[in-house]
């Protein structure tokens, strides 16, 4: 009987997961977020420069001068915009050192601890 449990504990099968279950769905290549937020900018722009036809094409630049480079992003790491909003509560965690070689400051406590 434990011949059979050791069998089918080392044959595992291996099931393949659709994309579509593990990110977000793509709309022109990024997520919806960012897609709403590259023409939510681009409208302020119209609305700033009062809808003048001379103010179409910074709008289209600012557009895809954000919109081309996500999507490389998102191309190269499909987890990229996760794990970017998952890191930013872990950013202070860190000192303030540029290099290696670099002392760590002395770190000050917010407490104090006079009595």
Do not use: W
Not at 51 to 70: E, N, Q, R, T, Y
Not at 87 to 102: A, C, I, K, L, Q
């Amino acid at each position: 009987m434990e011949d059979a449990r050791d069998r089918d504990a080392s044959t595992l099968q291996t099931n393949t997961v659709h994309q579509s279950l593990v990110r977000s769905p793509l709309f022109a290549g990024v997520e919806f977020g960012i897609l709403l937020m590259e023409v939510g900018i681009s409208v302020a722009f119209l609305f700033v420069a009062n809808f003048s036809p001379a103010a179409i094409l910074p709008c289209l630049l600012v557009g895809l001068g954000i919109h081309i480079p996500v999507q490389r992003l998102l191309r190269s790491d499909p987890q990229f915009l996760q794990v970017l909003a998952a890191s930013f509560p872990h950013r202070t965690y860190y000192g303030p050192v540029s290099h290696v070689r670099v002392p760590v400051p002395k770190q000050r406590s917010c407490i104090s601890a006079k009595t």
